[in-house]
């Protein structure tokens, strides 16, 4: 089929997937104009915001791509204070960000649990519940979920990593720790208590096929997910898959890929929400504005505390590492404007597909 025709339609087979991301010269170009063409139609020009607080870098797993993996005794390990977060959630508010999105390393004690639970309701109380929250903390059981969602957070984002069982397993030891069937009935469990539920993959990992990639994107859709988020691998020294760092696409390809898979995947899923990671940043630092040309629409400031983030480097020289926020912002404001786009301030930039679905009754 015709490079034209894939793109007048939402429902891509495998070929028709595999085809686009292999795309080079006008194909790849049609490509990237097609997904900007969609998303502007359906989502307008807005990017929306998450200000990102890292919570902790404690983990008890050890992905074999993670620096913060535990095994990785390099790394000072630490924990924000509840202050600490609620004063990084209320610049979030003050800087008009109207969401905010904790991430950590994976931990399921009650202790943990507990302490989500209350940081939840202590940032719903700022300016009466104004901010909206997204989690990013691993697997956990569906109660635990439903009492985070019941305290107020109302998104959540569990990347597959890779949707393909034999690929997991080449990047997780295969360990009940690390099973796939678990990281799938977690997915299962967002969608059921009702979060808006993301979840995403690495690009350029070792091993990994265009066909793996094609099925990740129909394993997205399938789900019928309210939002994604896609990064390039980056190769981190203390962790295992360094092994492989010669046998993945070289850096530009890896950037490349990642931007046609969005591009991709905003053909078959345009009203979802899509982040451009700071992992597109760090390969290339136009890598962020390039992510939201090819159909990204949300973008996820770092507001940790600059003390911590060098010990959250889950790859090797992250972008925006020693930046203050303030700098941050109008840096952010600058260069979407260069690229005809503006932030969405004080919104908390729902995903137009799950409120879609939800206004629908299903
Ligand atoms: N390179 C790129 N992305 C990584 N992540 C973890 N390690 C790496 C790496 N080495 C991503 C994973 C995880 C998210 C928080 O960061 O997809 O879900």
Redesign the pocket.
């Known amino acids: 089929m015709s490079i034209d025709e894939i793109l007048n339609k939402t429902n891509l087979t495998c070929e028709e997937i595999k085809q686009l991301l292999a795309a080079e010269g006008e194909d790849k170009k049609k490509l990237f104009d097609r997904a900007l063409q969609v998303k502007l139609k359906h989502l307008d020009n807005y990017v929306h915001l998450r200000g990102l607080i890292e919570y902790s870098n404690i983990c008890t797993k050890y992905?074999l791509?993670?620096?913060v993996r535990c095994k990785n005794l390099k790394v000072e390990r630490y924990q924000l204070s509840d202050e600490e977060v609620i004063e990084c959630a209320k610049l979030a508010h003050k800087l008009g960000y109207g969401s905010v999105a904790i991430?950590s390393g994976e931990r399921s004690d009650k202790a943990f649990v507990d302490k989500i639970t209350h940081l939840v309701q202590e940032i719903k109380k700022i300016d009466n519940g104004s901010l909206g929250i997204t989690l990013?903390l691993g697997e956990q059981t569906e109660e635990t979920y439903r009492r985070w969602f019941e305290a107020g957070a109302h998104r959540y984002?569990?990347?597959i990593?890779a949707s393909n069982e034999d690929l997991y397993y080449k990047i997780h030891p295969r360990d009940e720790k690390h099973d796939f069937k678990k990281r799938l009935d977690c997915i299962d469990s967002l969608l059921k208590v009702g979060f808006q539920t993301g979840s995403?993959?690495?690009i350029g990992l070792p091993f990994q096929s265009l066909d793996d990639l094609a099925s990740d994107l129909l394993f997205f859709k399938q789900k019928d997910l309210a939002m994604v988020?896609m990064?390039?691998?980056?190769?981190?020294p203390d962790?295992p898959?360094w092994a492989y760092k010669d046998q993945i696409p070289p850096a530009e390809k890896r950037m490349e890929l990642t931007l046609k898979m969005i591009a991709t995947l905003r053909l078959m899923m345009p009203e979802i929400n899509m982040v451009a990671?700071t992992?597109n940043q760090t390969l290339d630092p136009q890598g962020r504005e390039k992510a939201i040309l090819a159909g990204a629409n949300v973008i996820m400031p770092n507001l940790t505390p600059n003390e911590f983030r060098e010990n959250y480097l889950?790859?090797?020289d992250k972008a925006n590492v020693k930046d203050k926020p303030s700098q941050t912002q109008s840096k952010l404001d600058e260069s979407l404007a260069a690229i005809g786009h503006k932030v969405l301030y004080n919104a908390w930039g729902d995903s137009v597909a799950f409120m879609r679905k939800k206004a629908l009754g299903q």
């Open positions: 992905c791509y993670c620096g991430q990013s984002l569990l990347r990593e995403g993959v690495m988020g990064g390039p691998f980056i190769p981190h962790t898959l990671a992992a889950i790859y090797p």
